[in-house]
């Protein structure tokens, strides 16, 4: 075998020279009409409508390259590669057995029908290691022992089983991109076959095979196959579970939801959704037996094949598509050509799926899933807020669906931390069948809520004491303030706004008028309580020409809290927008109301996605006044009348019931606490008292 040596460090330039193959994201559809033109192909896969092939590239080296084939078998939707084929300067290369493609052999993959493709690395001295590509550019880190012989024996989705011949054991593991997975086995050989995470083995006694579930780690299933002897070779495909007795033995296929079993050819085979096909050496063709009806028909032609020098051609020139697909094969004119089986397919399903938590920091992490279908879809995955109002929407298609979610919208925009909840649906695009699944994600790291300084979305409450200790009141979201964190050394006289981030990082900060008219940006704490030494930046002076200062949310639409302040000596409000680079624009004079008694910023009263201000006047009528998104506010609207006489203290304290809406705090002269929660359209329910005893406050923001 002549092998040609490749320095590692110019696998990049082969890899460029191949042209579309290294492009790591999806590239724009191939035109191609089938069939799928090669120089060659030494080894051919064919799994959840993913066609892997080792053959020449413009680069003059060879390449595992990956198509993406639509569900028809018509069209070449991506082109991509799963490895360089050629020797390395080291010597390490990949596998290689004797075929009909030429002395140089050819490449035995197995293609998991999620796009991951396996097979052996060998390197100068004859170890082999199983070698699984998850994308173009990256493989799994899953720990494989050193070993000759290796074959793979099954894969389906993220588990795998192989042989190696020098150890005389069977290894079953997983490919988890992303988390640790603990499923290894280590057995003695024996038939298996892997489906989802459900390893079939054979049982003790003729025919009897068993179920054992790879994550729960225990044996689920036993089931009696009919097979009059010790099952030598097993293919389990959904409902259709393949049986041989040996190469030449009786073969079968159990039907696992009738209860029966089937007789089949016996000879070498690959099973698909219903049907199996088989090598006809003697008359040069690839033979199809239907038995989706519960009955084997008679075999019937589908390809032209020649007989060939090698006995078992399976993979290496032939392939079948078990995730409810076609059939693919090696044609005289170097050609891989595609033939639907014409088998109707079982029902759209999920044979597995890896859902993440139910909690996402979109500062650290994605929330990433996957699920493994039986056949090839069209997928859509839905975020919606607590609202019902769709976030971010991710569609794909393929036999295998990979979502991950980093918090933002389909704007680009982080969306508001809190709770959200998915939905994912799946239509089959061959066949019939709908998979629907959903469930709910926590969000923090992305953007706060209104008066949100904890980072989960629910409003705190701000108080200042006496004794100077400026402490944040948190909420489980239960409508009360259930415990609190206190910075202390605020001097009498401190005025604090809680805004949000002016800046990059996600986190909320405070604005602390000082008593001498100083106005500071304290860097956000993500929760921590703020004391006067904390990292803080001046704003100005002058601020004690303004008897109201208050966040209302974003005014201007640019997805930034902005700050509202009056003029005592005017009554004129003035907007001064949010840079989003820690500082505030210069003042816009937008309204004039000198009257109010209370001017509150409420932040989204409305689900607009714009802030909001409520307004009390002198006869206790409370208005508000909704956002615009242009730095205005829209004419007052009345919410209640005879409103608010003994109340001191008015906070729009954001969502503290945690159902998503921004709602109402307020302090009487007695110092008992009521909260009136919002109703997401613009007003409020009847108030509830939460809390007593809060007199002795001297500010609560």
């Known amino acids: 075998m002549t092998w040609r040596v490749f320095a590692r460090s110019l696998v990049g330039l082969a890899a460029l020279a191949a042209g579309s193959l290294t492009t790591a994201t999806p590239v724009s559809a191939d035109t191609t009409p089938m069939p799928v033109q090669t120089d060659g192909v030494w080894g051919v896969d064919y799994a959840g409508g993913f066609l892997t092939t080792v053959e020449n590239t413009p680069s003059g080296y060879q390449w595992v390259i990956g198509r993406r084939i639509s569900a028809d078998g018509s069209t070449v939707l991506e082109k991509t590669s799963r490895g360089y084929a050629e020797t390395y300067a080291g010597g390490d290369h990949v596998e290689r057995v004797p075929c009909d493609a030429g002395a140089e052999g050819c490449v035995p993959m197995r293609s998991l029908g999620n796009t991951f493709v396996g097979y052996f690395m060998e390197d100068a001295v004859g170890k082999q290691v199983a070698q699984l590509y998850m994308t173009e550019s990256s493989l799994s880190g899953t720990e494989e022992p050193a070993v000759t012989g290796g074959r793979f024996v099954d894969a389906t989705g993220r588990f795998y089983v192989y042989n190696a011949a020098s150890t005389g054991k069977q290894y079953v593991d997983s490919v988890n991109p992303y988390f640790y997975e603990d499923v290894r086995l280590t057995r003695s050989i024996t038939a298996a ?62 039907d696992r939801t009738a209860k029966k079993n089937i007789t089949v050819p016996s000879g070498p085979a690959l099973v698909g959704d219903g049907y199996l096909v088989q090598h006809d050496r003697g008359a040069g063709k690839l033979m199809l037996t239907d038995y989706h009806s519960g009955t084997s028909a008679a075999a019937r032609a589908i390809a032209d094949l020649p007989a060939g020098n090698t006995a078992d051609q399976r993979r290496l020139s032939w392939s079948v598509d078990k995730f409810g697909g076609d059939i693919a094969y090696v044609d005289q004119d170097k050609a891989v050509r595609i033939v639907q089986s014409g088998v109707p397919s079982q029902p759209l399903g999920a044979i597995e799926s890896e859902v993440d938590d139910t909690y996402l920091d979109a500062k650290d992490n994605f929330w990433n899933s996957t699920w493994q279908l039986n056949k090839q879809a069209a997928w859509t995955f839905t975020v919606k807020d607590s609202a019902g109002r769709a976030v971010r929407t991710l569609t794909g298609t393929g036999a295998d669906i990979d979502v991950a979610w980093d918090g933002k919208t389909d704007a680009g925009t982080y969306a508001y931390n809190g709770g959200f909840t998915w939905a994912l649906t799946a239509k089959a695009t061959e066949g019939s069948g709908t998979y ?51 910075g202390s050394g605020w001097p009498a006289g401190t005025v604090a706004v809680p805004f949000g ?94 009257t109010y008694k209370k001017i509150v910023g409420a932040g989204d009263l409305t689900g607009d996605g714009f802030g909001d201000v409520l307004a009390l006047d002198k006869a206790g009528t409370l208005w508000r006044y909704d956002g615009t998104g242009t730095g ?25 019931t945690g159902d998503g809406k921004n709602d109402l705090v307020a302090r009487d002269t007695a110092g008992n606490l009521y909260r009136q929660t919002g109703n997401g359209k613009g007003s409020f329910a009847a108030r509830v008292k939460i809390a007593t005893g809060w007199q002795g406050y001297k500010g609560i923001f």
């Open 632 to 656: 205005q506010v829209k004419e007052r609207v009345k919410v209640f009348s005879n409103w608010g006489a003994t109340y001191n203290a008015v906070v729009g304290a954001g969502d503290i």
């Open 193 to 254: 076959s892997v489906w989802g995470s459900t390893l079939w083995t054979p049982g003790s006694g003729n025919g009897v095979v068993t179920a054992y579930n790879l994550e729960t780690k225990k044996t689920v299933q036993t089931v009696a196959t009919g097979a009059p002897c010790t099952v030598k070779e097993l293919q389990v495909v959904g409902r259709w579970m393949y049986w041989n007795c040996g190469p030449t033995g009786a073969a079968g296929v159990y």
């Open 501 to 594: 981030d002016m800046g990059t990082d996600r986190c909320a900060e405070m604005l602390v008028k000082m008593p001498n008219g100083e106005l500071r940006r304290y860097a956000g704490r993500c929760g921590a309580a703020y004391t006067p030494s904390n990292s803080h930046t001046s704003l100005g002076t002058g601020w004690n020409a303004y008897n109201v200062l208050t966040a209302p949310g974003d005014l201007t639409g640019d997805g930034r809290t902005d700050l509202l302040a009056r003029k005592t000596s005017t009554g004129d409000i003035y907007l001064f927008a949010n840079n989003g680079a820690g500082k505030l624009k210069a003042g816009v004079k937008i309204r004039t109301w000198p």
């Open 436 to 486: 629907t699944t959903s469930g709910t994600i926590g969000l923090n790291g992305g953007r706060q809520g209104h008066h949100d300084q904890g980072g989960y979305s629910y409003g705190e409450l701000v108080t200042l004491n006496s004794s100077g200790a400026l402490a944040l009141n948190y909420t489980k979201g239960k409508g009360t303030f259930d415990w609190k964190a206190s």
